[in-house]
């Protein structure tokens, strides 16, 4: 009798050893147990396959492993890095602050802002009441569509009458409800300058339809003293002893300029002092069509002064001053600080982009896919970027503003750039709302529909073009809203949005061209017919067509692409502690021997794992073999 043995079988397509735990005697037949051995080799052999598709040694495995926590914990929300590593979220708090500072300021700014634009709208009325001669109050407010013609001269003499009546406004502006003053420090009657741009050439012969006509144009300045319009008495006069000849024919504009001084006090508030503006004042003259119609206009260009005011409320103010300037200077230092982090984020993501491509290379011999690369770039961090540009130039114009060392032209660009930084930080916000199912919808279906809308808007595009220039052309002539090219686009697109449809058709008189009055008929309704019926329509169904496809997303699962399939097969929860003892080298350098051991050994518990479950899965297959080799074996 041979002493029993155990029999050991290697599984040659893994490495591994399986272990048979039968005992039988030597007189046994060897074909009998090599056929037993077999079949469980099998069962446990193609459990294995469905690991991995390569062999992996216990350095590889463990690399892998380390590979997708790193993976894993960098596409982390904050909550969770906080759970996983006790890594403080220094971007949200920043973000947050950064919130607050800058709404504080937008709000500071943009009721200022608005004193400063009403002020300066409300002077350039009175100006115009002041210094214009024919004026109205149904000029002052933009009516659509205008009840009234433009303001404009018509007579050679009321051209000289009007320059009269401003010069007579300007020498009595004490008489004026404002508190205007000249631009002299001692409040003497400031020059007025009168200028001329006449063609060198230009005389009209009409009743033989000859001309003479040379399209240089040659510009004549005057200064107008209060002592020479006193001895004058009349423009017309001045310009006479002047030696200056207006030719009508030959004229193109004409610009009387002057400068006033005032103080508004109605902007002193608890965080403002009052303002002192000096306003330089333009009467244009517009000849330019040459169609007997010189339009008349005036400008009045703002321009705020340091002011000198009472002491006593210079000295209280020099704290208020402090604590805007204060404000400003914080703005910038927590959007500069918000500038750091995400550029270095977005430097740190593609180092481990660089780092992954390196591994599936290494470890599969496959480059990672287009959308796996995406994947590290944040585009989030780009906007946040974007809009910190924006908000640190802005709070760097808005500083020099209350410094009183900039003009009235930067009030604007300061209002864009504070403003869109400000709608770029609030649309930021979405990020840290996308970390939750039920408010993330609106950025995933956005996301989702972008390319089908890309390509459905080129087609839309390319018809709303064809409509706009045709508009344009035939229309123009005729028709109020579509006499320049920006006016039909913006007309065409209200009509889209079904405004104004009534007045559109209208505005087209039968009387001038019976032939464009049907043309615009058929033009419109075709028009309106096929974007609100069939473009409109056919876009919000894209729309609605990715937002299903988000619905379905949510209830079956997101499609993966490579990166986030070789994530996936981390099941490590952020609060399990295995993210701590990762170490921050580079994966494909040195690790101790232990950490691979018990790597490894996490491994083989999940093969045994899975071999069971396979082997009770073949349970009838195994059970039927078993008992055919025991008859064999009793029939022996």
């Known amino acids: 009798m041979s002493e029993p043995r155990k029999r050991i079988v290697k599984d040659e397509s893994r490495g591994n050893i399986l272990k048979n735990h039968s005992w039988s005697n030597g007189s046994d037949s060897e074909n009998e147990q090599a056929g037993e051995n077999e079949l469980l080799n099998e069962a446990v052999s193609s459990s294995h396959s469905t690991i991995t598709d390569q062999p992996i040694s216990n350095m590889s495995l463990f690399t892998e492993e380390k590979m997708r926590r790193k993976l894993k914990f960098f596409f982390m ?52 009441h002041l210094f214009l001669r024919g004026w109205d109050n149904s000029l002052e407010v933009p009516v659509y569509p205008p009840v009234t013609g433009p303001l404009a001269i018509y007579k050679r003499d009321d051209f000289y009458n009007t320059i009269d009546y401003a010069l007579d406004g300007y020498y009595n502006v004490s008489n004026a409800v404002g508190s205007y003053s000249y631009i002299a420090e001692d409040n003497s009657v400031g020059p007025v300058i009168l200028c001329l741009y006449q063609y060198k050439e230009g005389i009209i012969f009409g009743f033989n339809e000859s001309y003479v006509f040379d399209k240089e144009i040659i510009e004549t300045c005057i200064n107008i003293t209060n002592k020479t319009y006193i001895e004058s008495s009349k423009s017309k006069l001045l310009l006479f002893k002047q030696n200056i000849k207006v030719n009508f024919s030959a004229l193109v504009k004409a610009h009387l300029m002057f400068a006033l001084k005032t103080v508004n006090l109605k902007a002193a508030g608890p965080m403002t002092p009052p303002d002192c503006y000096q306003f330089n004042i333009k009467i244009n003259f517009d000849n330019r069509d040459f169609d007997g119609q010189m339009l008349l206009s005036l400008d009045a260009e703002p321009k705020r002064l340091q002011c000198k005011g009472d002491t006593r409320y210079v000295t209280d103010n020099r704290i208020e001053s402090a604590v805007r300037t204060l404000l400003n200077l914080f703005v910038i ?22 780092e992954t491509m390196n591994f599936f290379k290494k470890a599969y011999g496959k480059i990672l896919s287009l959308e796996g690369r995406l994947e590290f770039l944040n585009l989030w961090y780009v906007m946040i970027i974007v809009n910190d540009l924006l908000i640190i130039m802005g709070s760097a114009i808005k500083e020099q503003i209350e410094r009183k060392q900039f003009g009235s032209d930067h009030w604007n660009i300061c209002s864009i750039f504070l403003g869109t930084g400000n709608l770029l930080v609030w649309f930021g916000v979405l990020r840290y709302l996308g970390f939750f199912k039920t408010y993330n919808v609106v950025i995933l279906t956005l996301k989702k529909a972008a390319p089908k809308v890309a390509r459905f808007l080129i087609c839309a595009i390319l018809i709303y073009a064809g409509f706009t220039f045709c508009g344009w052309l035939i229309l123009g002539p005729y028709h109020m809203k579509f006499r320049s090219l920006a006016t039909t686009s913006e007309c065409l697109f209200a009509l889209i949005n079904g405004d104004d449809m009534f007045a559109t058709f209208s505005a087209t008189s039968f009387s001038k061209s019976p032939m464009l009055w049907w043309y615009s008929r058929m033009y419109l309704y075709t028009f309106i017919s096929l974007y609100i019926y069939v473009v409109l329509s056919l876009f919000i169904s894209v729309i609605m067509d990715a937002y299903d496809t988000i619905k379905i997303y949510y209830r079956d699962g997101f499609p993966k692409n490579d990166l986030q399939t070789f994530i996936a097969a981390c099941t490590d929860e952020a609060s399990s502690g295995l993210y701590k003892d990762d170490s921050e080298d580079n994966p494909f350098m040195g690790h101790s021997q232990n950490q691979v051991q018990n790597s490894q050994q996490n491994r083989n518990k ?3 794992e899975q071999s069971v479950y396979s082997a009770l899965k073949d349970n009838n297959v195994l059970n039927k073999d078993y008992g055919s080799m025991a008859d064999r074996r009793i029939s022996a």
């Open 606 to 608: 999940r093969l045994e």
């Open 333 to 354: 230092l927590i959007c500069t600080v918000s500038l750091i982090l995400c550029s270095r984020a977005i430097y740190r993501a593609q180092l481990l982009k660089f």
């Open 77 to 128: 929300n904050p909550i969770e890095k906080w759970q996983a590593k006790r890594r403080f979220p220094y971007k949200f708090i920043v973000q947050v602050i950064k919130i607050l500072l800058v709404t504080i300021q937008l709000c500071l700014f943009a009721h200022n802002n608005y004193i400063h634009v009403n002020y300066t709208w409300d002077n350039r009325i009175a100006f115009s």
